[in-house]
């Protein structure tokens, strides 16, 4: 007799994002995302941290939707920019989510700085029914490059090397990026953390 896997919607609609966890997630979990509800309500990052953004999704889409719902909030913090684009990652470049104008501004006020050491941060919530159940966190550190290197990945993977490496997450592979990235770190936490719970 078999069971059906458990459901776990992730409170996004970027494809990206859900394939990747979903990728990460294995066969564990059925990984369904907001695209799966027609009727729900987008909900605004009106956040100033990425845990506040992070803990807006999952309870807004956990009211509308049963089961575990998580969500993430991530980003890329620059050191040599005093942390942005940060939370503003994905609207950096004046456009929600357009990775090219993201990926000009960051070469453009990187130029000519030789500090380059920045680091993808990564926070997970699980709700359910509306409350928080947990968080959790993640992060990888690396450089900004001079320029993109790569065709993989999304959003800065083509401008961001990991400690040890001379590649960029766009030339890595989803294999090797899921197994060190800040999204892969957080997501083992929550993956121990809902196996703990039975």
Not at 124 to 135: K, N, P, Q, W
Request: proline share 3%.
């Amino acid at each position: 007799m078999t069971s059906e896997k458990p459901r776990l919607v992730v409170a996004t609609r970027n494809a990206h994002k859900t394939a990747e966890i979903r990728e990460m997630v294995g066969d564990r979990f059925e990984v369904l995302d907001a695209t799966a509800f027609p009727g729900l309500s987008e909900v605004e990052e009106t956040g100033t941290t990425f845990l506040e953004n992070a803990t807006l999704k999952a309870v807004a889409v956990s009211q509308g939707v049963g089961g575990l719902v998580l969500s993430d909030d991530s980003g890329l913090e620059v050191d040599a920019l005093d942390g942005r684009p940060g939370v503003w990652s994905s609207s950096f470049g004046g456009e929600e989510g357009n990775h090219a104008k993201n990926n000009e501004r960051l070469i453009r006020e990187m130029a000519g700085i030789a500090e380059r050491s920045a680091r993808f941060r990564c926070v997970m919530v699980l709700a359910r029914d509306g409350e928080v159940v947990a968080d959790f966190s993640g992060a990888v550190e690396g450089r900004i490059l001079d320029r993109a290197q790569g065709e993989g990945g999304f959003g800065y993977d083509p401008l961001f090397a990991p400690d040890g490496h001379d590649s960029s997450f766009a030339e890595l592979g989803s294999e090797v990026k899921n197994s060190m990235s800040h999204r892969g770190r957080a997501l083992q936490e929550v993956m121990a953390w809902m196996e703990a719970q039975g």
